[in-house]
């Protein structure tokens, strides 16, 4: 069964303590991992998308990195205003067999 | 360049009522997709409309039905509403159909149904 799991739960840093957040993926033929960040009562913001094993994508403090298992969302020298939801929806297959499966998200809060 | 707009924000409705909800998507998309979302769950996905035709839905039961128009907006029915269906209630847009761009979101209806 296709499946994306978010590890952890829930993560408290202090600012500027660097950490990094986990999306693993059991699924055939991905097509691409996306990730988003959701703040309370608001909808998930796109960050990220990732489509080959070895890409990186970099966003001020933020880094996604992906390989054929999992995915990597590393948070360098986080802020309080970086607390957040943070999703990953992994996408497969082709045509109109296209589908999302979402993981359940990493809670992240950065106390100053 | 606007994004994505979602109304109402909030809504408040009774069990067995009829609830419609409202989507612009962001200029220059197409494609409308609407997902659910409880507190503490990743949003499931309810269905997707491109060329104003439903083109993929998920496990949701046919009191959840849709609309796009000619201009890509796009409404959410729900009817016979239960107890059940309180939740976050996401638009997002895209170009092309089927997942061919990243999904932008609004920011949710939040339905509540006593």
């Known amino acids: 069964e296709d499946q994306v799991t978010q590890s952890p739960e829930a993560l408290r840093l202090q600012e500027g303590e660097s950490s990094s957040l986990n999306c693993s993926y059991t699924v055939s033929g991905l097509r691409g991992l996306f990730w988003y960040r959701q703040d309370p009562g608001k909808g998930p913001e796109f960050l990220f998308t990732l489509y080959s094993a070895g890409e990186e994508k970099e966003k001020e403090r933020l880094k996604a990195t992906l390989t054929k298992k999992e995915s990597f969302l590393h948070i360098t020298a986080p802020k309080p205003e970086d607390s957040a939801t943070y999703l990953c929806?992994?996408?497969?297959?082709?045509?109109?067999?296209?589908?999302?499966?979402w993981g359940l998200g990493t809670s992240l809060a950065v106390n100053p | 360049d606007a994004g994505v707009t979602q109304s109402p924000t909030h809504l408040i409705k009774t069990r067995g009522q009829q609830v419609t909800l409202r989507c612009s998507p962001k200029s220059g998309h197409d494609t409308v997709s609407w997902y659910q979302q409880a507190l503490g769950q990743g949003p499931q996905f309810i269905f997707q409309?491109?060329?104003?035709?439903?083109?993929q839905r998920g496990n949701f039961p046919d009191r959840f039905s849709g609309h796009q128009f000619p201009n890509y907006s796009s409404e959410l029915n729900v009817n016979a509403l239960l107890l059940g269906d309180s939740a976050l209630y996401l638009c997002?847009?895209?170009?092309?159909?089927?997942?061919?761009?990243?999904?932008?979101f609004g920011n949710g209806t939040r339905l509540t149904v006593t």
């Open positions: 929806a992994v996408q497969l297959g082709a045509g109109n067999n296209r589908k999302l499966i």
């Open positions: 997002a847009s895209s170009l092309g159909g089927l997942y061919r761009s990243p999904l932008h």
């Open positions: 409309y491109y060329e104003e035709e439903e083109r």
